[in-house]
């Protein structure tokens, strides 16, 4: 038996994995709505938590590029992410940007109700300063960088050398960058956002991941040297447990 085969049985009973309700708190409450403006309401005191864990309650240098993926399609990895930054945005010292590197399927822009263009596609064509690219979209110190404008072979430039310069530029312009990255079973991109990054949080759906899947993508990140920082049980957030870490 795997160790990451027991570690995800170890989240399973830890955590009631896979059996959840899908009532929890990043589930929208009667009457609440997560569009627009990206108000995130019950979601708030789960998010919190993430992030101390994450980046502020560190004793060693927090990590300052952090990948956001779902194992599949639909686990709601964007509505987490953007919950994530606004919060970190609101409890932290310095600069949040929030990156949609979702080319297959982006949901950020109409999140906060802004367009959708010269973002992170126009940024690894041209030569411009990364911040000509992004949006202030509250008043937290937190910008968006959108998708742009997308194209048939969009999703071909994060293979481009030029990936790593910008993200390099957003370290050095931002305190703390956020990345929306499509689905691990469908697509490559998170890997190689998350091999340019400081470690990726997993996205997990109660009653709808299942234990293989979420065993394979913790072995393939492994063996692309990918550190799993946390791991998101939607529609409960939970951060891995410490005496977990040692089987990642």
């Known amino acids: 038996m795997s160790k990451h085969f027991e570690l995800m049985q170890q989240i399973e009973k830890e955590q009631s994995f896979g059996s959840e309700s899908k009532s929890g708190p990043f589930a929208p409450k009667p009457g609440e709505s997560y569009s627009g403006a990206g108000s995130v309401g019950g979601a708030n005191d789960e998010a919190l938590r993430l992030v101390q864990q994450i980046f502020l309650l560190q004793t060693q240098e927090p990590p300052r590029i952090v990948v956001f993926a779902g194992i599949d399609h639909g686990n709601g990895c964007t509505r987490i992410c953007a919950s994530v ?4 945005a609101k409890n932290a010292k310095g600069k949040v940007c929030l990156v949609d ?7 950020l822009p109409e999140f906060f109700g802004v367009p959708n263009h010269h973002g992170l596609t126009e940024a690894l064509l041209r030569k411009d300063p990364i911040g000509a690219y992004t949006k202030l979209v ?3 110190n937190l910008w968006l960088l959108s998708s742009g404008t ?3 072979d969009s999703a071909n430039l994060l293979d481009s ?3 790593r310069t910008r993200l390099e530029e957003l370290r050095l312009d931002f305190d703390f960058v956020i990345i929306d990255a499509p689905p691990l079973t469908r ?13 990726l949080v997993l996205i997990l759906e109660a009653d709808a991941t299942r234990r293989e899947a979420a065993t394979a993508v913790a072995e393939n990140l492994r063996s692309a040297k990918v550190p799993i920082l946390a791991a998101v049980l939607n529609k409960r957030t939970f951060p891995i447990p410490e005496k977990l870490y040692s089987w990642l």
Do not use: C, I, K, M
């Open 161 to 163: 050398d030029h990936l």
């Open 85 to 88: 930054a606004e919060t970190l």
């Open 150 to 152: 997308l194209a048939a």
């Open 101 to 107: 590197a979702n080319f297959r399927s982006p949901g």
């Open 138 to 140: 509250n008043q937290d």
């Open 187 to 199: 697509y490559s991109d998170a890997v190689v956002l998350g091999q340019l990054s400081d470690g």
